[in-house]
DNA sequence: CTGCCGATGTAATTTAACTACATTTAAATG
DNA sequence: CATTTAAATGTAGTTAAATTACATCGGCAG
């Protein structure tokens, strides 16, 4: 855990002295850091000592380790901010953006999903006899990436974006049927409806959603993260990558359990596209 | 500068007893951070008084500061490494992996697109009577995305997938036509034969491809990323991320573009999906 | 072969960090 | 309200780490 996060954290539990500490080195970590321990002790108008045992409360082995994790959180903190465009921005400055806010939105969504879960979905898929990928909206691509990918695989997959299709393939669903429902929100109610067609036709339903969404409590297996808001009218919307990051995982997980007899056919896959390509060294 | 870099770099620079220190180092760079002057210089062979200089040589004010930028550096000198997935990771292991991977390839891709094409190409699209975005195979799903984020902004935008839709929406191509072609390759025969077909009809072609390939080449403005190959089999095809956040930025360059009109209808679609939502309050 | 310069190591010095103990402060109980 | 006790803080001494100054080694040019 992120150092300053865990001293802002404690302050409460700390006493008087070790609040001084912790308010000195909060308000200017960057010099917190290239001070020694008696200069920090000054500054906080408290002893040597008392500096010492507040980087043992924070389970440092003494105050250079403490500096160490310091300067750890001060750069790791913020690997990619994500920051909200400008209408003064440049090109160059508006590229930036969005491309480290993207990466902050998968950092986020990696850090809140669950493997378990993941295993779970797993389980479900591989044992799926058909696979459907449903999603609406901005979420319809996602689907469409998701047929593709499975279809390597030579699964029996489709994808809808149509209300009267998904609901069409959930009357004629059965128990070997996996249907993966793919919603950012989690609470457009044709999904929350589809899914719950789905369940009383005996599918199994994973769902790609947000946490304690409608959509989430509809499903048996509940794959979600927590991707930032797109409160920004500029802001794309981060959460169809972190979908697709989770096709991918999904994808993965299927291979690898799938074993060796499967990656020899998407091996073939790779090898039948090549000849619709130029070669890399051709002319043109 | 990143200090793990900065030492890999001037690697040729350092003396024969100093490169030893620079070898422990990289090699362990956690260790290092941790140990006192004596053990590195113990580890590394030779003398403290050699570390100490290998420190200064680097620009640091001594050893304890040195360690305090390489603890930094170590924290976001490589936040997100490209890993390959093995048969034998467990769900957490290959999930994490695929989401650094994911991050990685992006990071790759921030740093070689071109904002000054990114803004050309925005020129592009916002002078266009009509847009079309192409794309094949993975990229298809790509297109899709960008079809849904154009038509928020009320412009006469389409996409295929399809090869016979694409000529024949070619050959009815006027000046005022913007075709966005994305293929990660740029090597697709389809795509680059649509590509000529587009431009003898006078159209602008955008592609959002790799560099130095057919397509770019046959492209009005080629909008390149590098994207690590997907040598591995497991490894998610992380190019059709970059092309979704190309396509971001090249939305985003255009609502800037259109001003604070366009932002409104932008709102304006945002409020219409919402009432087809269940509320967050809601009881389900 | 010899003398010089850069590179490296040794030993001494300085500085920083830590420990043990003393003192203060605050809290609780009779 | 006084007294006891424990927790918190500070002081001084100790230890360990880092740095400096100086000595020595080794390679290269003259």
Redesign the interface.
Known sequence: MNTIDKIQKNLANFSKSERKVAEVILAEPQIA??SSIATLAKMADVSEPTVNRFCRRLDTKGF??F??HL??????GT??VSRH?E?S????S???K???S??AA??S??QS?D??V??RA?DLLTQGKQIYFFGL??S???A??AQ??FFRFNVPVMCFDDALMMRMSCINASEGTVVVLISH?G????L?EVAKLARENHAHVIAITSKDS?LA?EASVALTMDVPEDTD??M??AS??AQ??AI??L???F??RRGIRF?DN??RVKEA?RE?????N?S?
């Open positions: 850091i290239q250079p380790d500096k160490l300067a750890q959180s001060l750069a790791n690997p990619y465009v209408s921005d440049s090109p160059e508006y590229t930036s969005i491309f480290e993207s990466m998968l950092d969504a990696k999903i493997a378990q993941v295993n797993v909206g901005a319809s691509a996602v469409h990436d593709n990918k929100t609470r457009t109610k044709t929350v409608p409590r009218l500029y794309p919307m169809r990558l697709m990051v991918d995982v994808a993965t997980g291979t690898l990656r998407l091996k596209l619709s390509r130029f070669e890399k051709s043109l």
